[in-house]
Structure formats: structure tokens, C-alpha cells
């Protein structure tokens, strides 16, 4: 049903007083921040938007964190200024010191309230608090270990089925199809224990596919979610979604029936997967061992955990959010973390030969069983080459956050104006201003890594860093990088992540040998997405050649 006359002139004069309101506070309203130097605008009416958000602006970012430095003033849509920033101790105050007064965008918890319901991704203040607190201890080190012996059953599996895809003689396999498929295994069983049977290759497996194109489809909707915060606390359900019908007749706003489409498909699929789980663990738990996740997975550590004295639990609805946040954050990130080691390591065979003959060796030392945890987190180049592919190629750019007050944020490297003004030593932020966290800027910032910086050199990880790596003090959970940020909301399962990456790197490198297929552009589009060059096919996808080892690479 569409919206009745009256309402859609209610709805374009609310857009054009917000536009106009932009206009004018654009003109007359001094910002503190024309004060910092930043590139050029290219439109009067966005700005540097379509730059910033652009799927190729690899060159454009950096030359924002090499030619600006550290805190870079952008010009967004109606003369919105915001600020780029790498710099460290910029970045210790916006996530640790004063990470109350940076909060996520509407924009941001908008977009995953309205996905995925109340979970990490779309709550503030004690409520974040209080899930955090909850989930933290499923993501410690115990039950990383108690995963481990799940996980090794599906990196044998992705094994043979692409031993099949080479018997087959093809010239190239989209090897991301099944670590995709692998890495939605891998938090089904691991995360949710549920097999998807991603696996199966006589199947298309819907929730894989669905969630590959998850990201891009956010990415492609950057401008408009940008200004639809406000729809989600306006009028009734049923106006808001008439709303959004209106708006799918409008092409900026088409994506948004694929979004639709996502987010029914998740829900469904989360709910049945939890029904199965109470069932079982009203039986008791001799039925939560017959599951997928033989009852040591995160959801039933969860449900277990969180049942009162009264035998009450979470609302069914906080726990369908948290399943859908586990399978969206559990399967993109790490998926593009695979695809982007492979390739690089089919262009550096030397460090693809180099970690195949430490695999090997320490699956023989143990006689050829599977590598426990501390085996496998130890091994020493692995573990640089994983640690160097994060910095360099993290699998996520950039976050943004907004100021909920105004507030001064100090800076590490002060910034030289070019027009022979004293160097500026911090910066002034207005309430509502947004800062985009430049997470590649800081990992490949040559001020804290070097002058190699952009160079991807593991071997940089087996010797001592530079002294500027730790008097940078970056605020990252991870390594010394910003890759799964900091503060109250880091990522909350990169030891699950390092974890996988790890495991599926180490078993298929034993096997295989990988080699370039057809050329790659990789996509800033929300998260580093493979695209095939000069192609109209946009899915995102990664043919290499593939051998078996031993076989000769052609």
C-alpha cells in the first residue's frame, strides 16, 4: 500500500526543511573544523562523498592519511564536515578516554536495529554494557580451545570438496564460494551449534549467498541511510513501512527490497535454529551433545549461562539478535580475510612455499594429527603472515562515530597547515560532528610502521617492530593494530576470527598450491570485496588455480 497524498507531501516537506536546515547551518554556522586542512570538494552538493564511499578509493584514502595527515577535514553531503582520523592519540580519546562522547551514528544502529533487533551492533550506554558483559565470557580463551576440535572435521571437508573441483580439470576455482560456505560452517557449528550443511556441493546454499552480498548492499546504500535515521521512530510500523514502499519506487532507495529480502531470510532462519536449541536443552544434556556444536558451542554456552534461579531466559527476541549478529560478523569479515591472504600469497609464492613447509612440518611432527590450539596460534610465520595481512588489508577501512557533546581531541602527530599557520596540536569537535575512524590509515600510517608501511612483509613480524609501534600506543585490541578496534566496542570475537583464518590457511596450504586466475579489483565496498576486472558480473568472488601439491602449478 502506498502513502495517501497528504503523507507524501508530509514526508518531501520534511525533507526539504532538513535540507534547507544543512544549507543554512552550512552558511552561517562556523565550524571548528574549516580550520583543518583537507582536500578539495568535487560537488557543491556532496562534497568529497562520493570519494570517500567510493568502491575504488584506495588512492583517494590514501592520500588523505599520507598528504594530510593524521586528522583530515572531509566536506559531506548540504556542507556537513567531518573528520578523517589515523592519528593515535586522537584515537585513544575517541575509543577509550572519552568513548562515551563517541558514540555510533544513527545512522549505523538504525541500520542494524532494523536488520538484526537489539544485539551488540545496534545498543548504547548500560544496554551495550550489559550484553557485552554477558558475551564476554563465551568469547574467552577456554571456549576457543573447546572450539578448536569442532572446526577441524569442517577445514576437512572444504578439503575434499575442493580436491573434487581440481579433479575436474577446471582451469579456475571461485575459491571464495566455499570459504564462504566454509566460514557460515564455521559459526553455525561453532557459534550457533546448527549445521547449514554449507558444505553440500549439490546445493545453493541461500544463507551463504545471502550473507556474501550483505555488506556491498550497505555500502550502496551509504547516502540514503545516512538520512533515514529519523524512519525508524516515526509514526506507527505501519506507516514506516509505507514509507519504505514509497521509497522503493525511488532508484536511490532501490537496494533497500534487497535489504528487505536479507532480513527475512536471517530472521527465519535464526528463529528456527533457536526453537531446535531450547528444545534440546529442555532435554537435558545428553540431546545438546547431539548437536552440531555437541553443546560447546557459543549460543548453548549463552542460553545455559544466562537462565535464572526461576527458569526464566532472554527474551526470545535479544537472543534472535544475537544469533544474526553472530552469522553476519562471524562469516563476512573472516571470509574476506581467507580471499585476501590466498591472493596475495598466489602472487608471493616464495611466502606461500615458505608457510606450506611449516604447516606440513608441524602436522608430521604430531604424526599427522590435527594441530591442537596452542600448536596452531604458535606457529611463528602463520602467524606473522596472518598478522601482516590484517594490517595491510583489513578487512573493514573505516567506522564512523558522532560527538554527543563538544569535545577537544588531542593529537599525537600535530598537523602543518600549508598556508604557514602554527602546527596544529588538536582539534575542536562541535556536538554532532561525525569522525570516520580511518582504520587502514592508522595500520599503514608510515609515522608509527615506517617508511615500508604499504608493503605487505611479514617478515616484519619475526624481529622487533620499530620503537614508533609502541610509542604510538595505538588503542587496538588486536596486535598493536586497529583491524578489530578498541575500547568498549572492539570486536568481541576476533580470537574466534584469528582462529579460523588460521585453521583454513594451515590445512588447505598443505594441500594445495594456489595460483593468480583472471585479474581481481578489490572493493571498498564496506568490507574488501574481490570483483573480477573489466567484467559486468559485480558478485564478488576469487577464481585462482588450483593444484594439488606435489602436481605442477601451470
Known amino acids: 500500500m502506498l502513502l495517501s497524498e497528504p503523507a507524501v507531501q508530509v514526508l518531501a516537506v520534511g525533507l526539504g526543511t532538513y535540507a534547507l536546515w544543512r544549507f543554512l547551518s552550512f552558511l552561517f554556522v562556523k565550524n571548528p573544523l574549516s580550520k583543518i586542512p583537507g582536500p578539495p570538494k568535487v560537488s557543491w552538493l556532496k562534497g568529497n562523498f562520493d570519494q570517500v564511499y567510493n568502491k575504488d578509493g584506495w588512492e583517494f584514502h590514501r592520500k588523505l592519511y599520507e598528504d594530510y595527515g593524521g586528522a583530515v577535514r572531509v566536506d559531506m553531503f548540504l556542507g556537513d564536515q567531518q573528520l578523517f582520523v589515523s592519528d593515535p592519540l586522537a584515537l585513544y580519546h575517541i575509543l577509550i578516554k572519552d568513548q562515551q562522547v563517541f558514540e555510533e551514528t544513527d545512522t549505523f544502529l538504525m541500520s542494524f536495529k532494523v536488520t538484526f533487533g537489539k544485539s551488540l551492533l545496534s545498543t548504547l550506554g548500560e544496554e551495550h554494557k550489559r550484553q557485552r558483559k554477558m558475551l564476554n565470557p563465551v568469547f574467552n580463551l577456554k571456549h576457543m580451545r573447546d572450539l578448536l576440535p569442532i572446526f577441524h572435521p569442517i577445514a576437512h571437508k572444504l578439503t575434499t570438496v575442493l580436491e573434487r573441483e581440481v579433479s575436474k580439470g577446471k582451469e579456475h576455482i571461485n575459491v571464495m564460494t566455499w570459504v564462504s560456505r566454509a566460514a557460515l560452517e564455521y559459526i553455525g557449528q561453532g557459534g550457533l551449534g546448527y549445521s547449514f550443511d554449507a558444505l553440500d556441493e549439490q546445493e545453493t546454499n541461500m ?3 545471502t550473507m556474501k552480498n550483505f555488506v556491498r548492499l550497505l555500502f ?11 524512519v525508524v521512530n516515526l509514526g506507527s510500523p505501519e506507516f514506516r513501512r509505507r514509507v519504505l514502499d514509497v521509497l522503493n519506487h525511488i532508484p536511490l532507495f532501490g537496494p533497500m527490497k534487497e535489504l528487505t529480502v536479507f532480513t527475512d531470510t536471517l530472521e527465519e532462519c535464526s528463529r528456527g535454529i533457536l526453537h531446535g536449541k531450547q528444545q534440546a536443552l529442555a532435554k537435558g544434556d545428553e540431546a545438546m551433545e547431539e548437536q552440531a556444536g555437541k553443546g560447546k558451542d557459543i549460543m548453548s554456552v549463552l542460553l545455559k549461562a544466562t537462565i535464572g534461579v526461576d527458569g526464566s531466559s532472554l527474551p526470545e527476541s535479544e537472543l534472535l539478535a544475537h544469533m544474526s549478529t553472530f552469522i553476519f560478523a562471524g562469516h563476512d569479515t573472516t571470509t574476506s580475510a581467507i580471499c585476501r591472504t590466498l591472493d596475495v600469497l598466489c602472487h608471493r609464492p616464495d611466502v606461500q612455499s615458505r608457510l606450506r613447509e611449516e604447516v606440513t612440518t608441524a602436522r608430521k611432527e604430531r604424526d599427522g594429527a590435527d594441530l591442537d590450539y596452542d600448536a596452531l596460534m604458535s ?23 558522532i560527538t554527543k557533546k563538544d569535545v577537544v581531541v588531542p593529537l599525537a602527530f600535530p598537523l602543518q597547515p600549508r598556508d604557514g599557520k602554527p602546527e596544529i596540536k588538536e582539534v575542536m569537535l562541535k556536538k554532532n560532528t561525525t569522525v570516520i575512524i580511518s582504520i587502514l590509515g592508522a595500520n599503514r600510517s608510515k609515522a608509527i610502521w615506517g617508511d615500508d608501511a604499504n608493503e605487505w612483509k611479514p617478515e616484519r613480524w619475526l624481529q622487533p617492530l620499530p620503537e614508533s609501534v609502541a610509542r604510538a600506543h595505538l588503542p587496538g585490541v588486536y596486535s598493536q593494530m586497529m583491524t578489530f578496534l578498541g575500547g568498549g566496542r572492539a570486536c568481541i570475537g576476533f580470537k574466534f576470527s584469528e582462529m579460523e583464518l588460521k585453521l583454513v590457511l594451515s590445512v588447505l596450504l598443505e594441500r594445495f598450491v594456489f595460483a593468480p586466475g583472471p585479474e581481481i579489483n578489490w572493493e571498498m565496498s564496506g568490507l574488501h570485496s574481490p570483483i573480477l576486472k573489466n567484467s559486468e558480473d559485480r558478485s564478488p568472488q576469487l577464481p585462482l588455480k588450483v593444484t594439488l601439491v606435489g602436481n605442477k602449478c601451470c
Open 207 to 209: 544463507y551463504s549467498e
Open 220 to 230: 550502496r546504500l551509504s547516502l540514503p541511510r545516512t538520512y533515514l535515521s529519523w
Open 379 to 401: 606457529l611463528p610465520y602463520l602467524d606473522a603472515v596472518c598478522r601482516e595481512t590484517l594490517r595491510v588489508f583489513p578487512p573493514a577501512t573505516q567506522v564512523d562515530r
